[in-house]
């Protein structure tokens, strides 16, 4: 579900983020992220423009790609569902910055490539209309309106080889090779 | 417990908390929300075949029966690709063993202590009360795991919950973690294993555990898990008899000196019936106090789900609801969670019960819990219910209101057209 989806190796480098910030608090779940009653679909494009809507009724028709989130603690919290991750990319928002995410909601990120940075300093420190400059890789942000840099705990070796592939696919597209044997096995 | 169970699944003699491992997996789950997703991922990994035809479970429950043409789109893939690489474990709906995931994969045995398992909901930590490591994953995840039955983990810190003590009359496990819920909050073993022990948990019998861990997501949980007793071996020895008699499960015990980032005691009689408020499963009091605060109507009861879905929670409700009425202006709806449950209820009478006394009875869904169908609240519409979430929008209108409460107190508060203890109810008069 994340075809046609920007990949995080594309975001990895340095980037400037001058889009406009949406400022959530703490425990954004996932039911107003992307509310139950759109999981009839799995399209991209069909979920993000029902994302946020329990929770920020404007955010589908304002926000514009390279726009980001900033949010509290527990961002992610409750449900598994993908979607929400989906939608949120497909809305076009390159990063979400939180203090802390929920597990899921982080593994999911991670699979499918939404880039994202666990950072309570910057969580509590950027303010809306803040410009920020990002390197996903080393994990900084530079608050560029209010000259501040913050540090966001930096990934494991292991979730950066994640991000190198593109993703848990690309992983392990590279590490399993699925021949005739599986077949036969079957 | 969690680390033994992730060490032994990823070949290694120990793992210490923060080490990212891959394991492999005895079990993978998925459903008519998250597999669809899952099969683009299963082939765009390379693979052709399923790792395991035996190893994965399949169950319509969320839209279904089906509530649109989009979610029957949904069921057919699922349904198909079920038959195409003819997984074992494919519930059609109405089927035997059929049911909400959670409640089928311990009830039909498909789960056993030692097992390290994944699902593509994030209920799926409902089955560590069979002492087994099971938590909650995306559908990419569940895609890439059905091609190599194999996943990535990071090993999570411990919290230990030491139960002592006896519960009071008429509280249960949701009433236990709906407490530990309050006292922690949702995010308080955010990224953790949730692991109890003490000697409390031997009164805890396995519907109880199950609720339990059901909700350590709740707390921001990775699982929760229970140690293996008398109660999970009579268990097994009930709906998993043949891998009982090969043994064919494992039981993996904590270390006296194990290590906890937190240690809370818990003594079970002071836990009591407990109502959490919209829209947070932390915001969980005392039902007196909730009910003496806030006397308004409510419009629905929802009583069923993954938390509170199995034959042990309908004969409480059949207990306090033979002979009463549902109040005037409240739709109050009893969901089995199983097809098994539904039958054992309809035998046993309850399903009578619950028709005299003014319910509505549906067939085994995930439905009201999430908003899908089968019970959405209108705007302003109040409901307390014995599923796992109260957040806003979660089931119907984002104006509505969910209380989270455990049977009796669902079953009080049909009855009396609020929210209320088993206490205020009217005795019956015998005839």
């Given at each position: 579900?994340?075809?046609?989806?920007?990949?995080?190796?594309?975001?990895?480098?340095?980037?400037?983020?001058?889009?406009?910030?949406?400022?959530?608090?703490?425990?954004?779940?996932?039911?107003?992220?992307?509310?139950?009653?759109?999981?009839?679909?799995?399209?991209?494009?069909?979920?993000?423009?029902?994302?946020?809507?329990?929770?920020?009724?404007?955010?589908?028709?304002?926000?514009k790609p390279g726009d980001f989130i900033v949010a509290g603690q527990n961002f992610g919290s409750g449900s598994s569902r993908e979607h929400a991750p989906v939608a949120i990319k497909a809305s076009g928002i390159a990063l979400v910055i939180a203090a802390s995410f929920s597990r899921i909601f982080f593994r999911n990120a991670i699979n499918m490539g939404l880039p994202i940075l666990e950072c309570p300093e910057a969580a509590a420190g950027i303010r809306p209309g803040d410009n920020l400059k990002v390197n996903l890789t080393e994990g900084w942000i530079e608050n560029l309106s209010q000259h501040t840099r913050y540090q966001a705990a930096p990934f494991p070796e292991f979730i950066r080889r994640l991000m190198a592939a593109d993703g848990l696919v690309g992983y392990v597209r590279g590490k399993y090779s699925f021949g005739p044997a599986e077949e036969a096995k079957a | 417990?969690?680390?033994?169970?992730?060490?032994?699944?990823?070949?290694?003699?120990?793992?210490?908390?923060?080490?990212?491992?891959?394991?492999?997996?005895?079990?993978?789950?998925?459903?008519?929300?998250?597999?669809?997703?899952?099969?683009?991922?299963?082939?765009?990994?390379?693979?052709?075949?399923?790792?395991?035809?035996?190893?994965?479970?399949?169950?319509?429950?969320?839209?279904?029966?089906?509530?649109?043409?989009?979610?029957?789109?949904?069921?057919?893939?699922?349904?198909?690709?079920?038959?195409?690489?003819?997984?074992?474990?494919?519930?059609?709906?109405?089927?035997?063993?059929?049911?909400?995931?959670?409640?089928?994969?311990?009830?039909?045995?498909?789960?056993?202590?030692?097992?390290?398992?994944?699902?593509?909901?994030?209920?799926?930590?409902?089955?560590?009360?069979?002492?087994?490591?099971?938590?909650?994953?995306?559908?990419?995840?569940?895609?890439c795991a059905m091609a190599t039955g194999q996943t990535w983990f990071k090993v999570p810190q411990a919290i230990r919950i030491n139960l002592t003590g006896e519960l009071r009359p008429h509280v249960a496990g949701k009433d236990l973690i709906l407490y530990i819920i309050a006292k922690i909050g949702v995010d308080g073993a955010l990224y953790r294993s949730m692991e109890y022990g003490g000697p409390g948990i031997a009164q805890l019998s396995m519907n109880d555990r199950l609720t339990i861990c059901n909700m350590a997501i709740e707390a921001g949980g990775k699982n929760g898990i229970f140690p293996v007793d008398q109660v999970t071996l009579d268990y097994i020895r009930e709906h998993a008899p043949q891998a009982y008699a090969e043994h064919r499960y494992q039981i993996f015990t904590a270390d006296p000196d194990a290590e906890y980032?937190?240690?809370?005691?818990?003594?079970?009689?002071?836990?009591?019936?407990?109502?959490?408020?919209?829209?947070?499963?932390?915001?969980?009091?005392?039902?007196?106090?909730?009910?003496?605060?806030?006397?308004?109507?409510?419009?629905?009861?929802?009583?069923?789900?993954?938390?509170?879905?199995?034959?042990?929670?309908?004969?409480?409700?059949?207990?306090?609801?033979?002979?009463?009425?549902?109040?005037?202006?409240?739709?109050?709806?009893?969901?089995?969670?199983?097809?098994?449950?539904?039958?054992?209820?309809?035998?046993?009478?309850?399903?009578?019960?619950?028709?005299?006394?003014?319910?509505?009875?549906?067939?085994?869904?995930?439905?009201?819990?999430?908003?899908?169908?089968?019970?959405?609240?209108?705007?302003?519409?109040?409901c307390v219910s014995t599923t796992n979430r109260n957040f806003v929008g979660r089931m119907g209108s984002p104006e509505s209101q969910t209380f989270l409460a455990g049977v009796p107190v669902a079953c009080a508060s049909a009855v009396m057209g609020r929210i209320a203890s088993p206490d205020e109810l009217p005795a019956l008069v015998k005839a």
């Open positions: 579900m994340s075809e046609n989806l920007v990949q995080p190796s594309q975001t990895q480098a340095n980037c400037l983020l001058s889009g406009k910030l949406y400022c959530y608090g703490d425990n954004v779940d996932t039911d107003v992220i992307i509310p139950a009653r759109y999981l009839n679909t799995t399209d991209p494009a069909e979920l993000a423009r029902h994302c946020m809507e329990d929770l920020d009724a404007d955010f589908a028709a304002t926000v | 417990m969690t680390q033994k169970i992730l060490a032994a699944h990823a070949g290694l003699k120990a793992v210490k908390a923060g080490d990212l491992i891959e394991a492999n997996l005895d079990l993978v789950l998925g459903n008519d929300v998250t597999v669809p997703p899952a099969i683009d991922v299963f082939y765009r990994t390379g693979a052709t075949r399923v790792f395991d035809r035996d190893r994965i479970v399949m169950v319509p429950s969320h839209f279904a029966p089906n509530k649109d043409i989009k979610s029957a789109e949904h069921c057919k893939k699922m349904r198909l690709f079920a038959a195409a690489q003819a997984i074992t474990h494919y519930y059609e709906q109405g089927s035997k063993g059929m049911g909400i995931e959670h409640v089928i994969v311990p009830e039909n045995g498909l789960v056993l202590p030692g097992y390290c398992m994944i699902g593509a909901d994030s209920h799926t930590c409902t089955d560590g009360a069979l002492g087994a490591f099971a938590t909650g994953v995306g559908s990419t995840d569940l895609g980032v937190q240690t809370l005691d818990i003594d079970l009689a002071e836990v009591p019936l407990m109502v959490a408020r919209p829209y947070l499963p932390e915001n969980g009091a005392d039902v007196r106090q909730v009910a003496a605060s806030d006397p308004a109507a409510i419009q629905q009861v929802v009583i069923g789900s993954c938390t509170n879905g199995r034959y042990e929670d309908f004969k409480v409700a059949a207990e306090l609801l033979r002979g009463r009425q549902v109040a005037e202006g409240v739709r109050c709806f009893i969901i089995p969670g199983s097809q098994a449950v539904y039958l054992r209820c309809l035998r046993d009478g309850l399903l009578a019960d619950f028709v005299d006394a003014g319910c509505v009875v549906g067939p085994p869904t995930c439905g009201p819990c999430i908003g899908g169908h089968m019970g959405v609240l209108a705007s302003e519409e109040r």
